[in-house]
């Protein structure tokens, strides 16, 4: 399921957003300032921010997201409908923006339409390597491969950016969440078996390309061997 972070200090608003996302397919995670929010960013898919948050606000967020190199879509809520402040909203580097009162359906729409530019729902092409990300299924070279959800999920990430270096700790918050007390050799041991069911090798990768002393990438363009 896509992973959408709701950050609002309020705690209606959450629950109300929650309401109608879950029912439509979404995994969610709340936070209620942008101190809590930092910890799941990595983790989501899209991230739904509020413009005026306690300590960090949504738009310094957006704003620290995007200097961090996350390109997840995000989309600003707020009380503020004037053009500038929309546009300051856009230039800090949401992708859309919404004005409070708002319909919860319309933010469903909304995540939906982002998502699925953003190429999280639907399907993931890499070369031979095919993703449907809706039925949970993987083919390669036209061959289904049989992955455990961690090993979906883990692929999934990769396939979504190709030639983006993934760090250890990021994949960990993404597939576990912050906080998670394993360490970062769990990210390795799930490589290790995805690259066997791949049929990738460590040392001439085909699609799963190590990047010493970071993490890993998905080729942009499988390696002919």
């Known amino acids: 399921m896509p992973h959408v972070l709701i950050v609002d200090d309020d705690p209606a608003i959450l629950e109300i957003l929650r309401a109608y996302l879950e029912p439509a397919g979404h995994e969610v995670r709340t936070a209620t300032d942008g101190f809590q929010a930092r910890d799941w960013l990595a983790w989501a898919d899209v991230a739904v921010l509020d413009w005026m948050l306690p300590g960090v606000s949504g738009v310094a967020l957006a704003q620290e997201a995007r200097a961090a190199g996350l390109d997840l879509p995000l989309l600003l809520l707020t009380a503020r ?5 929309r546009l300051r909203g856009l230039d800090s580097g949401a992708d859309d923006y919404l004005v409070k009162p708002f319909s919860p359906r319309e933010v469903v729409a909304r995540v939906r339409a982002l998502l699925r530019r953003a190429g999280v729902q639907g399907e993931l092409r890499v070369g031979g390597l095919h993703l449907d990300l809706r039925r949970r299924q993987v083919t390669l070279d036209g061959e289904a491969l049989d992955l455990s959800r961690l090993e979906f999920e883990l692929l999934g990430a990769l396939a979504q950016h190709p030639g983006l270096v993934w760090s250890r700790t990021r994949l960990l918050e993404r597939l576990w969440g912050p906080g998670y007390p394993g360490t970062e050799r769990v990210v390795d041991v799930h490589i290790t078996a995805l690259r066997r ?29």
């Open 197 to 225: 069911k791949l049929g990738d090798d460590a040392e001439r990768p085909r699609l799963i390309e190590t990047v010493r002393g970071v993490g890993y990438r998905l080729r942009e363009h499988e390696a002919r061997t």
């Open 81 to 85: 409908g004037e053009e500038e402040d």
